[in-house]
């Protein structure tokens, strides 16, 4: 009995030797996009699931709660694509992902980001179609999708970012039309170059995906 109790013993002192993953959802969230990206210039060498939270990982700001509120990996020389798993970043206020060659679709989890003000994706692979999700991003100011490989119409629900201040999808595969309600009625026509666009939506007499 006392070598069974002692072997016990032995067993649970092994296991708290073990490290074990980051507890904290954020941790885990960014360590799963680690997972899913190739880093050739070691830009995220220092994110170790192993930390309480990623606070001090390069490339994240965290706020004074320890909440990651900013991922900055622009011109990083990363690929790979992105996993629904950013959708837990609840707090992030920006995401900067630009001038890199991740491809894949963009997840519709990103509209979960309640709090995000600015997404930089631009300058990579995305493919498919802009997430009708983006809608919900409501404290939106900057969404900066330009030289990617997106396809589909321009979602109409985007209309209602009232907050938005800048809008470029320009160099994409983009079709249908462009839309002219809520912020789109400042937009340059520079944010919607080199596409399929059809110009300007013309509303009751084309439907806005004319052309696709």
Known sequence: ?????????????????????CTN????????????LSDPKNVLQSWDPTLVNPCTWFHVTCDANSHVIRLDLGNSNISGSLGSELGELKHLQYLELYWNNIGGKIPKELGNLKNLVSMDLYGNNFEGEIPKS?????????????????????PREL?????????????????????????????????????KLNGPELQGLVTYDFGC
């Open 25 to 36: 959802s954020e941790g885990n969230a960014l360590h799963a996009l680690r997972s899913k």
């Open 1 to 21: 009995m006392a070598s069974f109790s002692f072997s016990l013993f032995l067993l649970s002192v092994s296991l708290s030797l073990i490290p074990i993953l």
């Open 134 to 154: 983006l809608s919900k991003l409501k404290s939106l100011r900057f969404l900066r999708l330009n030289n990617n490989k997106l396809s589909g119409p321009i």
């Open 159 to 195: 209309t209602t970012l009232s907050n938005l201040k800048i809008f470029d999808v320009s160099n994409n595969n983009l079709c249908g039309t462009i839309p002219i309600d809520g912020p789109f009625t400042s937009f340059p026509m520079e944010s919607f170059e080199n596409n």
